[in-house]
């Protein structure tokens, strides 16, 4: 007999099936039990009367069992298996959990809840965020791939770093010094130049960052994309525009379960505006007293800004645009129009930024001149530089991260629960 899914259960009435899954409770009663059985697809009610069964059973044992399904309406799901066989396959040793996974909710710490992750995980609400994951990837790559981008994958060990700054992981490489990927950026530029035109990678990124805070983690997992032959950074804007969209109308399809468990309502986009950074940092000065910091704007300027944009354009989304040459990386393409300023941008949803992009200097000579005025030497950037001699064209891209976009499309309030095994400051296992 072959296994049956319990979402498969209400097309089998009265028919005998084979259930895999794990005791998710038990209810006894004078006569017979409940137990509730919970697999990948949900959890049914089964009715046992043996109590040489009954007597083997404990949470989360994982079993085999066998049984006649019966339509009930009173059942979650209406439906239940009136038990013949059960074989326990998997032993719980534990008669207590470390947390209570029945309930209406945990009732434990997060850091608990990461400490036994493969426990808080058997909750089908903690579950559910990873299919949504899943079905951003799933959008993500299959949007790409309609508009002529190739996958790439590229190395997470490298012999430079990308980004520039102290937040860079090092590490000793049979002797020589080498590096954590803070991103795939110089290798999705070459790739460009080296004829694919327009690439993308989902893959981990790491920043040796010593924040501990709801919104940072120290490896995370980066959607990345370059596209050449571009006039301007709007392109690339364009293009996340409707990337995201899609995203949204194919969440909203594959993901019905998953979001109605999470209580998750999706936003509506028509329109993301498109607002300078120095027009943002004046309307926080002028309407709500809040000061910027240069070149920027802080966490709590972001949230009071998404507001404001929600009440004026009616968007859960803006573009930052126009950020200075001081605080975007060495290969960012300078504004010919705005001096001091590159053409760059980054994307904020509901306060928080979940994107970064921009143009990128296409020219060998003007790339040179970046990286000795960053203060760095030409000959530590060889085999990036030497690419930019045959004849490189205009591009840009932009880089979403994953957990955060996660996290904001469900409201989480942390990113370590949009995130399967975190690592943070503080945390380098399970």
């Known amino acids: ?6 979402r498969d259960l209400m097309e089998l009435q009265d028919k005998e099936v084979r259930l895999f899954g794990w005791i998710h ?8 039990s409940f137990a509730y059985l919970r697999d990948r697809s949900g959890i049914v ?4 009367d043996d109590e040489k069964i009954l007597s083997s059973l404990k949470l989360e044992s994982s079993v085999k069992a066998t049984g006649r399904v019966q339509m009930n309406e009173k059942a979650p799901g209406g439906v239940e298996i009136i038990v013949s066989e059960l074989e326990v396959v998997g032993e719980a040793k534990y008669d207590l959990l470390p947390f209570t996974i029945n309930g209406i909710d945990i009732n434990a710490s997060l850091d608990k809840q990461l400490d036994y992750r493969t426990i808080s995980l058997r909750r089908m609400d903690r579950r559910a965020v990873f299919k ?8 993500y790559r299959d949007f790409l791939t309609k508009e002529g981008f190739t996958e790439i994958h590229t190395p997470k060990i490298i012999g430079m770093e990308t980004e520039g700054g102290a937040d860079i992981f090092m590490l000793d490489y049979f002797g020589t010094r080498a590096f954590m990927a803070q991103s795939p950026q110089f290798y999705k530029q070459m790739m460009v130049g080296a004829g694919f035109e ?15 805070t709801w919104r940072h983690l120290n490896e995370y997992m980066s959607l990345d994309l370059e596209m050449g032959f571009i006039e301007s950074e709007e392109e690339i804007m364009d293009l996340e525009e409707r990337l995201i969209k899609h995203m949204i109308s194919h969440l909203k399809t594959s993901c019905v379960e998953e979001l109605k468990i999470m209580k998750a309502e999706l936003p509506t986009i028509e329109t993301i505006p498109r ?9 926080l000065l002028e309407k709500f007293g809040k000061k910027s910091p240069v070149g920027n704007i802080d966490a ?3 949230k009071i800004f998404a507001q404001y944009v929600k009440d004026e354009y009616h968007s859960d989304f803006v573009f930052l645009t126009k950020y200075p040459a001081s605080k975007r990386p060495l290969y960012t393409m300078p504004d010919d129009s705005l001096e001091g300023m590159t053409k760059s941008f980054d994307l904020i949803f509901k306060g928080l930024e979940i994107t970064t992009g921009g143009q990128r200097i296409h020219d060998y000579d003007m790339l040179v001149k970046s990286i000795l005025k960053s203060g760095g030497k030409t000959e530590d950037f060889d085999f990036y530089l030497e690419s930019f001699k045959y004849g490189v064209p205009p591009h840009g891209g932009l880089a979403i991260g994953l957990e955060r976009i996660t996290m904001m499309f469900l409201g989480l309030d942390n990113i370590r629960k949009a995130t399967l095994l975190p690592r943070d400051i503080n945390r380098v296992k399970p």
């Open 25 to 32: 409770n038990i209810k006894a009663f004078k006569e017979f």
């Open 45 to 48: 009610q089964m009715i046992i």
């Open 300 to 302: 709590e300027g972001e």
């Open 198 to 212: 327009r690439v993308f990678e989902i893959g981990a990124a790491y920043r040796a960052e010593p924040h501990s």
């Open 275 to 283: 607002i300078t950074l120095s027009d943002a940092q004046s309307i």
């Open 1 to 6: 007999m072959e296994r049956v899914l319990v």
């Open 132 to 139: 949504v994951q899943q079905e951003i990837v799933q959008a």
